[in-house]
T-cell receptor, first 115, second 112 residues
Framework: DAGVTQSPTHLIKTRGQHVTLRCSPI?????VSWYQQVLGQGPQFIFQ???????GRGNFPDRFSARQFPNYSSELNVNALLLGDSALYLC??????????????FGAGSRLTVL | GDSVTQMEGPVTLSEEAFLTINCTYT??????LFWYVQYPGEGLQLLLK?????DKGSNKGFEATYRKETTSFHLEKGSVQVSDSAVYFC???????????FGEGTQLTVNP
C-alpha cells in the first residue's frame, strides 16, 4: 500500500508569494495533520482535519490555512510568504481523529525555501 | 501548555555502545508518549510508543518506559549500529488527541 504522499517535494518561492502544498493520506485514513519543521528543530503542529472538519490549530498566523477534500486528501496554503516560513512541511495521516492508540504516519515532506 | 525536553545533542557513539537519550515532559493530563526517528532526507517514522504509566514500548532493540512519577520516557538501546545514525524525537499526544508536541530532537551518530 502507498504511504502518505506529499507534493511537491521541493520548491523555491520569493517573499510575498503564495504556496500550496498537497497531501494524500493512506487509503482508509480519515484524519490529516500538518506540521512545520524548521531546520534543526522538532516539528510544530499547524492543523488537524478529520472528516473534512478542522479539529485543531496550532499557534500559526492566519496566513496559514488548510482544507480537506471529500477523498480525505488535504492542501496547506501559505500566503504572503516570509523568510521564516522556510521549512520542511510534514503531512501525517491517521485512521481516527484522536486518542493515544491513534498512530500518525508521516510523509517525506515538502521542503519550502523562501528567498 | 504541554512540552517535551530532550537531552542536548549531538550524541556520538561507537558501534555496539549503549545508548540513552533522555526525555522529560510536562503535561496537564495523561498523555501518550512516542519516540520518532528521522533519517537524512526523510520524514518521521514511529519507533515506539506507550499509552499509560509503566508501559514499556519496544522496537528494533530500542526501549522506553513511561515513568509518570518522574515524567520521563528515556530511550535506550543496548548495542547501537551504524544504521541507527539518525535524529530521534520524543513526543507526547495530549489527552484530547488532536496534536503531537515534539522535543527538539537528538542527533545520533554511530561510528564503526
Amino acid at each position: 500500500d502507498a504511504g502518505v504522499t506529499q507534493s511537491p517535494t521541493h520548491l523555491i518561492k520569493t517573499r510575498g508569494q503564495h504556496v500550496t502544498l498537497r497531501c494524500s493520506p493512506i487509503s482508509g485514513h480519515k484524519s490529516v495533520s500538518w506540521y512545520q519543521q524548521v531546520l534543526g528543530q522538532g516539528p510544530q503542529f499547524i492543523f488537524q482535519y478529520y472528516e473534512k472538519e478542522e479539529r485543531g490549530r496550532g499557534n500559526f498566523p492566519d496566513r496559514f490555512s488548510a482544507r480537506q477534500f471529500p477523498n480525505y486528501s488535504s492542501e496547506l496554503n501559505v500566503n504572503a510568504l516570509l523568510l521564516g516560513d522556510s521549512a520542511l512541511y510534514l503531512c501525517a495521516s491517521s485512521l481516527l481523529g484522536g486518542s493515544g492508540a491513534n498512530v500518525l504516519t508521516f510523509g517525506a515532506g515538502s521542503r519550502l525555501t523562501v528567498l | 501548555g504541554d512540552s517535551v525536553t530532550q537531552m542536548e545533542g549531538p550524541v556520538t557513539l561507537s558501534e555496539e555502545a549503549f545508548l540513552t537519550i533522555n526525555c522529560t515532559y510536562t503535561a496537564t493530563g495523561y498523555p501518550s508518549l512516542f519516540w520518532y526517528v528521522q533519517y537524512p532526507g526523510e520524514g518521521l517514522q514511529l519507533l515506539l510508543k506507550a499509552t499509560k504509566a509503566d508501559d514499556k514500548g519496544s522496537n528494533k532493540g530500542f526501549e522506553a518506559t513511561y515513568r509518570k512519577e518522574t515524567t520521563s520516557f528515556h530511550l535506550e538501546k543496548g548495542s547501537v549500529q551504524v544504521s541507527d545514525s539518525a535524529v530521534y524525537f520524543c513526543a507526547l499526544e495530549e489527552t484530547s488527541g488532536s496534536r503531537l508536541t515534539f522535543g527538539e530532537g537528538t542527533q545520533l551518530t554511530v561510528n564503526p
